[in-house]
C-alpha cells in the first residue's frame, strides 16, 4: 500500500541515451513533482504539475520532459543523458494547498557511465 | 527569489542532549512551515508542520516559529542515535503550492 512509489529504484546507463522514471500515487492528491537531489543533497524542484498547469524549473534542461497520463502518474522522461544528470530523483505528491506537505518516493539513483 | 537558509552542519550532540536546528527564510509571505527528516539514502519524510507563531511540540519534537524575525527552529529533545539523519526545512508562501527547501543539517547524535 505505498503511497508514492516510483520505478525503478536504481538505473545506470550510458552516456546518450535516453531513459524514463515513473512515478504513481495513491493518495488521490491532484499535484505530483519531480526533484533532483544532488550529492551534496540539495532538493531542487524540477516540475510541479497538476490537471490545470505544468510549472517548470526554468533553470532544468529542454532534455527533461513530464507525461502525466493521470492525475495518478507522472512519468520523467529524460533524453540525451548526460554525466551531470547522475543524482537521486524524487518524486512527491500533496495537496494543491499551500498548507499541505508533500509525500515523497523511495528515490530513483541515477548513475551516467 | 526566495530563500530558505540552514547551517549545514554538521551538528553532533551527546545522547539525551537536546539538538537545535535552525531555519531562517526571506519571503515574508510565507505562510506555512514544514520540517522533513532524511535518513542517508532513504526519502524525505514530514515529522513536522507549523502555520502561526509560538511553538507546536510533538512527542520529543518541538517546533518553534518567529514570523517578525523570519525563522523556524526544530528543537529535538532526548536526542537519540536514531535522530542522526539530515533535516530539511519547506517553506510554501502564500498562494504558491511549492515550497522552497533548505539545503539541510545534518544531525549526528553520538552515544
Known amino acids: 500500500d505505498t503511497a508514492v512509489s516510483q520505478t525503478p529504484k536504481y538505473l545506470v546507463t550510458q552516456m546518450g541515451n535516453d531513459k524514463s522514471i515513473k512515478c504513481e500515487q495513491n493518495?488521490?492528491?491532484?499535484?505530483m513533482y519531480w526533484y533532483k537531489q544532488d550529492s551534496k543533497k540539495f532538493l531542487k524542484i524540477m516540475f510541479s504539475y497538476n490537471n490545470k498547469e505544468l510549472i517548470i524549473n526554468e533553470t532544468v534542461p529542454n532534455r527533461f520532459s513530464p507525461k502525466s497520463p493521470d492525475k495518478a502518474h507522472l512519468n520523467l522522461h529524460i533524453n540525451s543523458l548526460e554525466l551531470g544528470d547522475s543524482a537521486v530523483y524524487f518524486c512527491?505528491?500533496?495537496?494543491?494547498?499551500?498548507?499541505?506537505?508533500?509525500?515523497f518516493g523511495d528515490g530513483t539513483r541515477l548513475s551516467i557511465l | 527569489q526566495k530563500e530558505v537558509e540552514q547551517n549545514s552542519g554538521p551538528l553532533s550532540v551527546p545522547e539525551g542532549a537536546i539538538a537545535s536546528l535552525n531555519c531562517t527564510y526571506s519571503?515574508?509571505?510565507?505562510?506555512?512551515f514544514f520540517w522533513y527528516r532524511q535518513y542517508s539514502g532513504k526519502s524525505p519524510e514530514l515529522i513536522m508542520s507549523?502555520?502561526?507563531?509560538g511553538d507546536k511540540e510533538d512527542g520529543r519534537f518541538t517546533a518553534q516559529l518567529n514570523k517578525a524575525s523570519q525563522y523556524v527552529s526544530l528543537l529535538i529533545r532526548d536526542s537519540q542515535p536514531s535522530d542522526s539523519a539530515t533535516y530539511l526545512c519547506?517553506?510554501?508562501?502564500?498562494?504558491?503550492?511549492?515550497?522552497?527547501f533548505g539545503r539541510g543539517t545534518s544531525l549526528i547524535v553520538h552515544p
Open positions: 512527491a505528491s500533496s495537496r494543491q494547498d499551500s498548507n499541505q506537505p508533500q509525500h
Open positions: 507549523i502555520y502561526s507563531n
Open positions: 519547506a517553506v510554501n508562501t502564500g498562494g504558491s503550492y511549492i515550497p522552497t
Open positions: 493518495l488521490g492528491h491532484d499535484t
Open positions: 519571503d515574508r509571505g510565507s505562510q506555512s
